[in-house]
């Protein structure tokens, strides 16, 4: 568990991906391999020439093996050892789900040259097409695998060692922590995915779930489903479910990042998309902001009397309308007197989508209260 938040103002501390984190463990565990040290602390070099200390939490041989046969790529080298490293996730300031957990590498010296990655307990992996990752390869992701490519291959210079690794990467836990993910959906089975792009987390960044929206809407082409649903929550998703019968993988959790969404359809379009959220949410698309959320974006009770009264309302409405408390009050009061704010909140969504989305995607929107009712629709 984290530490609690001291309440005084203070810049947000940054922290390392589990890329970053299985580069570490790779290296310290191939380096007791070939050198015989045991690492209480590795360095690595990021992928924007960042150099960085991480602290493990050990380092040892996990296993000798009965010597097997030599390894002619190697001076000294025995096939047969495993050696291991692990470190504590450390995410910064940011709410990431591997917070505090243990990540570790195991290595095996492969006489073959090159890295061979696999999935070890608590890593996911791939099962459906779409993804950046072939179907049956663990979920490591591309520059995480090239991290650690690039410090063995480093390695393996300093040493004189021409044969090469088998790394297999875990997380203590990953397989509980990944159901708090979307890789059951995209399907990523049993485990997390090792990520990063830059090695380091900013906090409160939202690249990562950006980026999972993406995956979700490949995936979801890749498999050959045209229709998808891109929805703020659970009660918009299981709004969408029962109005259309999709399944979860064509149901794109997309959060507060509508914005994400829409400019993705420009590099992969599909035939149609619904978009489901709040009222409220989606009466902030409808004023133009493609970030839904309440830091970036607020709801704007003045705007919906003004659309209200365009539609009929009177000045005792409108009136009322501003002076509401909540963007869901303001709907009631409206639809009291048979003016259509729901409606009216769509189709200016609508077309605020529709200035992004290339023309083939034929987009709709729909808008839920708190009890998951819709109550606007616009197509």
């Given at each position: 568990m984290r530490d609690e938040t001291s309440e005084q103002p203070a810049p947000l501390r940054s922290g390392y991906t589990t890329g970053s984190c299985a580069t570490a463990?790779?290296?310290?565990?191939a380096r007791l391999l070939l050198a015989g040290e045991v690492s209480e602390v590795a360095e690595i070099v990021l992928p924007k020439g960042q150099r960085v200390p991480m602290r493990l939490t050990f380092c040892r041989l996990l296993e000798t093996g009965d010597g097997g046969e030599s390894d002619e790529s190697g001076e000294g080298s025995d096939p047969g050892r495993i050696a291991e490293a692990g470190t504590i996730k450390d995410a910064g300031d940011d709410p990431d789900v591997t917070h505090g957990a243990l990540v570790f590498a195991r290595v095996r010296l492969l006489a073959e040259p090159g890295v061979r990655f696999r999935a070890g307990p608590g890593v996911g992996t791939v099962t459906r097409a779409g993804l950046t990752l072939a179907v049956g390869e663990p979920a490591i992701n591309p520059v995480p695998r090239q991290m650690m490519a690039r410090h063995l291959d480093e390695l393996a210079e300093q040493y004189g060692y021409r044969g090469g690794f088998e790394v297999t990467v875990g997380v203590e836990g990953g397989a509980q922590l990944a159901l708090k993910t979307m890789n059951p959906r995209l399907g990523i089975v049993g485990g997390l995915s090792i990520l990063g792009t830059t090695?380091?987390?900013r906090p409160f960044s939202c690249s990562a779930?950006?980026?999972s929206i993406h995956q979700g809407i490949d995936v979801a082409r890749a498999n050959g489903y045209t229709h998808l649903a891109a929805c703020t929550g659970n009660a918009s998703e299981d709004a969408m479910r029962a109005h259309y019968g999709l399944p979860d993988i064509a149901l794109i959790e997309m959060g507060d990042f509508v914005g994400a969404v829409l400019?993705?359809?420009k590099r992969a379009p599909v035939e149609r998309l619904s978009i489901c959220g709040g009222f409220g949410k989606l009466s902030k698309l409808a004023a133009g902001h493609l970030d839904l959320h309440s830091r970036n974006s607020s709801i704007d009770l003045e705007q919906l009397a003004t659309w209200a009264a365009q539609h009929g309302a009177d000045d005792a409405l409108q009136a009322a309308m501003r002076a509401a408390n909540t963007s869901q009050q303001a709907l009631a009061l409206a639809h009291a007197r048979q003016v259509p704010l729901g409606d009216m909140v769509c189709r200016r969504a609508l077309a605020v989508a529709r200035d992004i989305v290339p023309p083939e995607v034929n987009v709709e929107m729909f808008a839920i209260d708190r009890q998951g009712n819709l109550v606007?629709?616009?197509?």
């Open positions: 463990t790779s290296l310290a565990a090695g380091i987390v779930y950006i980026a400019k993705h359809m606007g629709v616009a197509r």
